[in-house]
């Protein structure tokens, strides 16, 4: 995909099957903000067709993050806070949105998320995890309930979350490190049809990794959270 205007950036980018949503801002400053979100379908001989979003009912916010659960619906996340007394861009209510017509129409999907500021957003099986600005939540029903994951996590910004291959679910924070908890003890018990295998430990407490710089380079020692 690339952006007609060389002030637009991607600011977030998920891709699943023959779907793919990407994410823009331009400019990205407070004066001019603008934002939007495009959804692309690929075809049998790899031709892409891209659909503009008109993104009606969204916040005018910055876009942070974008998913795709196994149904083909669109999920993207919000930064800043909810502002209903606000007037033009900022305003409006939500961290999480969801379109299941490919980006014709949203609905706020937050819940009882807190006003905090959203960063990124996974599907994990049946789960929505969110990545936000005080740590990581998950929701079991669709986003209408949201709940802390885990603990030993600090109350940091996580930046992005990943379900990765290993059963684990991961959450690189700002300046803490990467943090990793198994998946099942958030009750995802497999992951695109392939069950997670019995032998993955639960612990309450996440594992940490912790990193120091040398010479320009990040190197981590992985450790147990207590």
């Known amino acids: 995909k690339t952006w007609p205007e060389p002030a637009q950036v991607t600011t977030?980018?998920?891709f699943r099957g023959s779907k793919a949503v990407a994410a823009w801002c331009g400019p990205c400053n407070p004066v001019g903000f603008d934002r939007g979100v495009s959804i692309g379908t690929v075809d049998g001989a790899g031709s892409w067709t891209w659909v503009d979003s008109a993104l009606t009912g969204v916040p005018s916010r910055y876009v942070t993050g974008a998913a795709i659960d196994a149904s083909g619906n669109v999920y993207i996340t919000l930064g800043g806070f909810s502002r209903a007394w606000a007037e033009g861009p900022g305003a409006g209510i939500g961290h999480l949105?969801?379109?299941a017509d490919n980006g014709a129409t949203w609905t706020d999907v937050s819940g009882d998320m807190p006003d905090i500021p959203a960063n990124s957003v996974q599907v994990a099986g049946d789960r929505l995890v969110v990545g936000t600005d005080l740590g990581v939540i998950v929701s079991a029903d669709g986003g209408a309930h949201w709940s802390r994951v885990g603990t030993g996590l600090p109350a940091t910004v996580a930046i992005d979350v990943e379900a990765g291959p290993d059963g684990l679910l991961y959450a690189a924070t700002h300046g803490r490190g990467i943090w990793s908890i198994p998946l099942s003890s958030i009750g995802v018990t497999s992951m695109v049809g392939t069950p997670l295998t019995a032998g993955v430990a639960t612990p309450s407490s996440p594992t940490g990794v912790t990193a120091k710089k040398n010479?320009?380079?990040?190197?981590?020692?992985?450790?147990k959270a207590q």
């Open 12 to 14: 977030a980018l998920a």
């Open 97 to 99: 949105y969801r379109s």
């Open 215 to 223: 010479r320009g380079r990040a190197v981590g020692k992985v450790r």
